[in-house]
Structures are given as structure tokens and as C-alpha cells.
């Protein structure tokens, strides 16, 4: 409804050298309504079946650390975005660095192995020769049994060097990974929403800091018993945010519980909401309803058909 406008003005302004005529004011003041009401049209009313719900992040992860020690340094301030396996924080690791540092000497290094497989050859240029005399009885048949001997005794000791170095590899893992436990990191892609210890603290089973996963953003939401059975995974839903206005969003049914809260007679239905630019703030309030010809009103949805060409 518009409502009248009576304005009531001198013809003369006190303005020195300027002079207002009443039907210019009439004709500003209704440009004016006509503005409001346009702009009031535009806004689409929030329908009164429209049930209450709540906007939330789709994870609230505070992270923590797998062993205990002191914060070196946190890597990232609250409210910096983050992506799931980025380091957030790192804690004393000046003895497990060095461990790594001696493990991966001690996997790389090859003399071991190298020598023993110059003794392999030695020995086995032996027993060739011992058998050759031994065939021409120029040498007895010990000399040629502690040849043989010899022979097996260096291939043995090239086995033992080739396994010692694939253990010595395998601590070099251990090692790494026994450091990289003291490096944490984002569990999801989101923004860091606190920090919960600083450098130079001592953790163990409390958290560092809380990560907020806000693309997309969940959406709680409790129905009737009357409803029941009538939404499913994949419907769409017509969304406002308290904080929104009056402005309609659409989100996608996610999970629909499959019984009956027997105290309050409802049930609850969780909801998929885009968010890739952050802008809807996740905590707030909003209202919802569901219903047929929501997937039509759907910018999202709409199918442009090729025009037809005439014959």
C-alpha cells in the first residue's frame, strides 16, 4: 500500500536567488513513493508456513596435536583461509630433525653394499681358478672346499649389506613421519575461526586452534511429523537468512533422518547450501520452506531451448 505524501512548502525558498514552485515539490515527492514501492515490490515476502532453521559450518574442526611439546610457531592467523592439508602450526622438533638428517645419511650411503659385492667377485675369481687346478690335481680338495666356503660366505655378507640398507630406509620413513607428527595441519579447506594456544605453550590433548569448513554451509532444520515422508535426498528448498532480508536462497536436501523424535514429535532434515565466496556468514538464523516448484524457480535450473529455425 502507498501511502499519500502531502507536502506543505513556501514557494520561496530562503535561499537567496532560488525559487521552488509547489507542483515541482508534488512531482519529487511522488518519484519519490514510486521509488519506495518499486523497491518494496522487488522484495519478496517471507511466507508464513516458512519453518525456523539454522545456518552452520558444514565442519568445526579444532585441531590438535598427536604427541605432546611446545609451540615453536603458529603458521597462520585467525580469520586467514586455509586448505585441507596446510600446515597451521608447528611444535619443537630440533631432536627429531637431526634424527632425520643422520637416518637419511645412513640410507643413502652405499659403500657397505659396494664392498661387499667387491668381495663377491673376489671370492668367486677364486673358486674359478681352485677348480680349474683342482681338475688338473695341482691343488687338494681342501684348498678347494675353503674356496667354496670363501664364495658363499661373501655372497652371504652382500645379502646381509642389501637388507641392512632397506632397514636403514625404513627408519629413514620412521623418522620422517615421527617429524611430520610434529607439524599440524588443516584437516579441511576453511578459515581459521580461534586460537586456542600460542608459541611457546606445552599441548597435548588440548586443541591449537578451530578451523571452520564454509563452503558449503550446513543447514539444521526440524520438521513436523505431518511432513514426514514427504522430502527427500536432492529437493530443493527456498531459503532466508536473517541476515539476508528478504532475499530467497536455494539449498539441496542432504540427509533426511529416518525416524521419529518420540518426545517432540518431529524430525530432521540437513541441507546443502553453496557458499563459494564466503559471503552468507555461517551462525546466523533463518526461516525455510519446502514445496513443489522450487526446482523451476531455480536460477540454477533454468534451460534456455535453441530457437527453432524456420523453413
Partial sequence: MI??????????STWPGCLFSRSAVLISGAFLVFIYSSMASASEPI???????????????????????????LLVDRGERVIRGQPVAQLESGVESSEVALAELRATTKSEVQAREADLRLAKMELTRLEDLYQQSMVSAQQRDESRSNYQIASAALTLAVENRNIQ?????????????RILTSPVDGVVVAQLAFAGEFVYDNPVMTIAALDPLRVEVMLPARLFGTIAVGDLARLYPELGGESALFSTVDVVDAMLDTRSGTFGVRLKLSNPDYKIPAGQRCRITFGPGLAAANPENEVVEPESSGQ
Avoid: M
Fill in 169 to 181: 630406509q625404513l627408519e629413514l620413513k620412521r623418522s620422517q613421519r615421527l617429524y611430520a607428527r
Fill in 47 to 73: 511466507p508464513e508456513e516458512a519453518l525456523d532453521c539454522l545456518i552452520e559450518p558444514w565442519v568445526v574442526s579444532d585441531v590438535g596435536s598427536p604427541v605432546q611439546g611446545v609451540i615453536d610457531k
Fill in 3 to 12: 501511502l499519500p505524501i502531502v507536502l506543505s512548502l513556501p514557494v520561496k
